[in-house]
């Protein structure tokens, strides 16, 4: 569950659910976000979850808040604040302002909107939801493992009763 709304500052990090996915931006302040986003979400197209995952390049915009937002849910979420070391809001806007409209290099799993917005926080670029994703993957194929092992297991077991009942 989402953290209770709080009205952002410049410099917050702000998560916003999209289906299947976070997308995260940088807000600065009357009532603009500065974002990592996919030539999908440029062209308008409505597919930028799958094309966020195959694109390898996206461009940094600057945009109103709810023009990103449309509408779906988001919030304030400076979840490293405690971990991390926070930029000064002036570096933070100064950095994101001078990468308005440049090409970045994408990789969902290494160079995304996340990654592109915690390292103008705080100089680290995380993103949570790769990890998140990664640490689900292995728990689903630990799990079909456990799901093969204990089938082939019981169907031993089961072979071995049938035997002895012939």
């Known amino acids: 569950m989402p953290p209770l709304f709080v009205e952002p500052k410049p410099g917050d990090l702000i998560e916003i659910s999209r289906f299947g996915y976070r997308h995260w931006a940088l807000y600065v302040g009357y009532g603009y976000v500065i974002h990592l986003a996919p030539p999908s979400e440029v062209t308008k197209t409505g597919f930028s979850s799958l094309m966020s995952v195959v694109a390898d390049k996206a461009v940094v915009r600057k945009e109103p808040l709810w023009a990103v937002v449309k509408d779906d849910d988001y919030w304030v979420n400076n979840k490293h604040d405690r971990k991390l070391a926070r930029r000064s809001v002036n570096r933070i806007i100064q950095e994101a302002e001078s990468l308005v409209g440049k090409m970045m290099p994408y990789n969902a799993a ?3 909107c996340e990654h592109f917005v915690t390292k ?3 100089g680290v ?7 998140d ?5 292995a728990v689903g194929i630990v799990g079909v493992g456990v799901l093969v092992a204990a089938a082939t297991f019981i169907g031993s077991l089961l072979s071995d009763n049938k035997q002895e009942d012939e």
Do not use: F, H, K
């Not at 670029?125 to 990890?131: E, G």
């Not at 994703?133 to 993957?137: D, L, S």
């Open 110 to 112: 290494s160079e995304n």
């Open 120 to 122: 103008l926080r705080y």
């Open 125 to 131: 670029a995380r993103s949570d939801q790769v990890r």
């Open 133 to 137: 994703a990664v640490i689900a993957g």
